[in-house]
């Protein structure tokens, strides 16, 4: 079993920055790539980010040159620093992590939300 503990969402103005962690923990040694997934209402989950073993990236484009994905060195962590926040990036933010011999395990979403 594997669990997946996001934080760091909140309310932020146009413009400004959020950092969103997630922490893996449980049987975690097969863990490949993490990343993060959004859904804003009414609409279907998409992905953001997402950072392979070898560090190796990959965003949505409406996200390119704002967000930035990482990861610590145990590989059980992942980061995204959001910057220069628009409102159409109020979503609920999940955490994803895929693994080598399991199906792939999601946070619980943590609200971020972007409004004057």
């Known amino acids: 079993q594997v669990q997946l503990v996001e934080s760091g969402g909140g309310s932020v103005q146009p413009g400004g920055s959020l950092k969103l962690s997630c922490v893996a923990s449980?049987?975690?040694?097969?863990?490949?790539?993490m990343g993060w997934y959004r859904q804003a209402p009414g609409k279907q989950r998409e992905l953001v980010a997402l950072i392979h073993p070898n560090d190796d990236t990959n965003y949505a484009d409406s996200v390119k040159e704002r967000f930035a994905i990482s990861r610590d060195g145990t590989k059980t962590s992942v980061y995204l620093q959001m910057n220069r926040l628009k409102p159409e990036d109020t979503a609920v933010y999940y955490c994803?992590?895929?693994?080598?011999?399991?199906?792939?395990?999601w946070g619980q979403g943590t609200q971020v939300t972007v409004s004057n």
């Open positions: 449980g049987t975690t040694f097969s863990i490949n790539a």
């Open positions: 994803y992590a895929d693994f080598l011999d399991a199906v792939p395990y």
